[in-house]
């Protein structure tokens, strides 16, 4: 322990040492001389210091000197700067119960202009607060200026902008339906969907200008699901919910009050789903002479979730691949696509092993041909025996072709647009198996329209 402190001794010392020699010892010559010089010369300062013309040369010398630190700006607190304030609110002072303003920035620029120190008290005090005051004004259209209040009578102000021109309209009201969009739908759990949603009220009392009232095109309540916080089943009361009133071109109208500001609504959640099979569907053709001898897919059925009414209306989900120019078996991974309604399905990918063989064909006779799209109040049939059924060349492998039928071809006619009489019409086939491609024999036939 001894050691240390000789050793911290040793190096205070060492340090004193070297400000004693280089500084103090220094310093305390230069005074020591320039004492002995002003003794020894005291008497001839005093005479030139007497003399009338040398005062006045000093205080010219001093007034340049005092005239140049000014001129360059090396005295800074005597200087002006300029602070900005941007994006300072506009407070309105004017009867809101009869009158509507349009015109009125919501916020506005302070520029502050005086001495660094008056500038930080001005920032540091008061709210900095611009008024706008309409207190005694009635219906028309005006130029006024914004005022700025501030506790600082050194610092000087602009405002950008300083004047504006309003319109002051007598405020009216009426009603005006309801309705409502979801927002965040995407965010809820894929595996729910919104039932049924329903306002604790059909309207709204808006206020505003008549003009303003004359662009409203819709008032909607805007539901944050994501804020909602749905996790599950179930009817949830979702409160202070937001009203925005839009113009016809969308856009958002803001100088008018909605009564009430903010609404409840009962949101039913569901979780509807629904199996569906997997329909393998072909783009493209084969090589000339191949024809599909099977197509697997991984999975057979996949469960989705969404929307029941859309879901409903859907049969199949569907796998689609690329055929054309194909000349060998190939396995294919398939990324499903959700239709419209569908938010989460069980599977993403399957897997379609095609297979191919040799090319067969045969005619299938006796199909019968079926009108479609008929108008209102008329009837449809074949002009002959010849129009009614048809023969159709179908192409595709073998084991394919075996089984088929005429029940398994579909013949129809698209009698859109078509009124009463003899017309000539093009024929179209099809058959739910992809391994076969059906074509008919003839193109067209004629069919009799007539008033029922």
Do not use: W
């Amino acid at each position: 322990m001894s050691k240390i402190l000789k050793a911290i001794g040793k190096f205070f010392l060492g340090i004193y040492s070297i400000i004693d020699k280089f500084i103090i010892v220094p310093i305390s010559r230069l005074i020591y001389r320039l004492n002995e010089l002003l003794r020894n010369n005291s008497g001839k300062i005093e005479k030139i210091l007497n003399r009338p013309n040398v005062l006045i040369y000093v205080s010219l010398f001093c007034a340049i000197a005092l005239f140049m630190l000014i001129d360059s700006k090396s005295i800074s607190i005597l200087n002006e700067e300029a602070e900005i304030l941007s994006d300072q609110p506009v407070k309105v002072i004017y009867n809101e119960e009869a009158f509507v303003v349009d015109g009125i920035p919501k916020t506005v620029d302070i520029t502050l202009i005086g001495r660094k120190s008056d500038l930080y008290l001005a920032k540091q005090l008061g709210e900095h607060e611009v008024v706008l005051d309409l207190s005694g004004y009635n219906t028309g259209t005006y130029k006024v200026k914004l005022k700025y209040n501030h506790n600082i009578e050194t610092v000087n102000y602009k405002l950008d902008p300083s004047t504006i021109s309003i319109k002051i309209s007598e405020k009216v009201s009426g009603s005006k339906s309801l309705t409502y969009d979801l927002l965040n739908e995407d965010k809820l759990d894929n595996k729910l969907s919104i039932k049924n949603v329903e306002l604790d009220r059909n309207e709204v009392i808006v206020k505003g200008s008549s003009e303003t009232l004359d662009k409203i095109a819709k008032v909607k309540a805007l539901i944050d699901l994501k804020a909602a916080n749905l996790t599950d089943k179930g009817t949830t009361t979702v409160d202070s919910i937001l009203l925005v009133a839009y113009a016809n071109d969308g856009s958002i109208i803001e100088n008018v009050e909605i009564v009430p500001a903010k609404i409840s609504a009962s949101i039913t959640v569901d979780s509807y789903s629904a199996e569906l099979p997997i329909k393998v569907v072909t783009d493209g053709t084969l090589t000339t002479g191949y024809a599909l001898s099977s197509v697997n897919s991984s999975v057979q059925k996949v469960t989705v979730y969404g929307d029941e009414e859309l879901i409903k209306e859907l049969t199949y989900i569907e796998a689609k691949i690329n055929v054309d120019n194909l000349n060998a078996d190939k396995s294919y991974n398939v990324t499903l696509t959700k239709p419209a309604g569908v938010k989460y399905m069980s599977e993403k990918n399957v897997t379609v092993d095609v297979k191919l063989e040799t090319e067969a064909s045969k005619e299938i006779s006796g199909i019968s041909v079926k009108p479609i799209n008929l108008g209102d109040k008329l009837k449809a049939s074949a002009a002959s025996l010849e129009d009614q059924n048809i023969t159709v060349i179908a192409k595709g492998a073998s084991s394919a072709l075996e089984k088929l039928e005429a029940k398994d071809i579909i013949a129809t006619v698209d009698l859109s647009g078509y009124t009463t009489g003899t017309h000539e019409v093009e024929v179209k086939v099809s058959t739910s198996d992809i391994r076969v491609s059906v074509i008919p024999k003839v193109s067209t036939i004629k069919v009799r329209i007539m008033n029922e």
